[in-house]
Structures are given as C-alpha cells and as structure tokens.
T-cell receptor
C-alpha cells in the first residue's frame, strides 16, 4: 500500500516557468490537501478538496491552482513561478488524521 | 496572527528521561489537536491526537495533555529514545467539516545517548 505519493521529489525552476506537482493516493480518501513548508515555519494550507470536482482555497492560495478530476489525484499547478514559491510542498489525504506524502522540494531561481 | 504556537524551537533530552513538548493556541473554536513527527526528507507522520472533550490521551510512551482553559497542550515522551529525535509539530482543527489543520512552527527534539 503506497499511501500518498508525490512526484517529483526535487525540482529547480526558472522564474516565470510553470509546472505541476503531482499527488496520488490509493486509500480512496475523499479529502485531500496541499501544504507548503518554509524554513523554520509550520505547514500552511494552500488548497484542499473534499471530493472529486470540489476544491477550495486555504491560507496561502495565491499563485497556485488545483483540480480534482478523480478521487486518487490532486495536482497542484504553478503558472508563473516566483522566488517566493521556493518551498517544500506536501500533499495529504484523509480527514482525521491526515496522511502525508514525502514532499516535493522546489527551488525557483 | 499565529493561532498555534510552539515557542521552543529546540529541546535536548538525555536518553531515558522525559521529553515535554509544548503548544499554545488562541482560537477557542479548535476542538481537535494532533501531534506529528517529522524526520528530514520525509513527510510528517501522525503520532497522537486528542479531542477537546478529553484532557489526556495515551499511546505507549506518548501522552498528550490538553488544558482548555489555558489553551495549552503538551506531548510527553517517556522514556525518550534516540530514535525520537525529530521535529515535532502540533496541529489544531475546528469542527467546520473541512478538517483544515493549522500547524505550529515545530520543535526540534534531540535525544542524547
């Protein structure tokens, strides 16, 4: 049982480029979440979804977009990468408690 | 405005002794609290949780205490082991149906052998 799988694990982007961070879960959870963690800080919620076709903003949604076409997948898209989006991104699923993937470390230069 | 605070960035404890990690919150609507452990290059791993209707929850070496009047929770690890060395995050959620978590900034625990 893989749980929550995030790809890629590492990525370097140039300012202005776009990319999609992938998140897949095999536990049939309706609830999925995207967080970012900056150095010395806690995790902050970017977007979340309570089921296929339903998404909503979290604390820090600016500069990001999400979609949820299936129960398993919840991709996070950066359209115009900015240095402030350099962070570690975590995807999670389930309600209580949330189960996390191992993260994507993203650097924007 | 930081609704969940962990005021100690780091803590060192001798192996076999008790580790006490603290967390304060400001939002009285929070009714469910969790502790996560995080190793480098891994995602947070759920450790233990407590509902606001309880003041204590135990799971093996880990006990979480909740003081609602003080808006304070703590995690006790007894006895501490070198493998417990990690960053510990507390998180809180309110009964809104969306189960959104607010995380503290974490405490790095180092257990010395």
């Amino acid at each position: 049982n893989a749980g929550v799988t995030q790809t890629p694990k590492f990525r370097i982007l140039k300012i202005g480029q776009s990319m999609t961070l992938q998140c897949t879960q095999d536990m049939n959870h309706n609830y999925m979440y995207w967080y970012r963690q900056d150095p010395g800080m806690g995790l902050k919620l970017i977007y979340y979804s309570v089921g296929a076709g339903i998404t909503d903003k979290g604390e820090v949604p600016n500069g990001y977009n999400v979609s949820r076409s299936t129960t398993e997948d919840f991709p996070l898209r950066l359209e115009l990468a900015a240095p402030s989006q350099t962070s570690v991104y975590f995807c999670a699923s389930s309600r209580q408690p949330q189960h996390f993937g191992d993260g994507t470390r993203l650097s924007i230069l | 405005d930081q609704q969940v605070k962990q005021n100690s960035p780091s803590l060192s404890v001798q192996e076999g002794r008790i580790s006490i990690l603290n967390c304060d919150y400001t939002n009285s609507m929070f009714d469910y609290f969790l502790w996560y452990k995080k190793y480098p290059a891994e995602g947070p791993t759920f450790l233990i949780s407590i509902s606001s209707i309880k003041d204590k929850n135990e799971d093996g070496r880990f006990t979480v205490f909740l003081n609602k009047s003080a808006k304070h929770l703590s995690l006790h690890i007894v006895p501490s082991q070198p493998g417990d060395s990690a960053v510990y995050f507390c998180a809180a959620s309110a009964a809104s149906g969306t189960y959104k978590y607010i995380f503290g900034t974490g405490t790095r625990l180092k257990v010395l052998a």
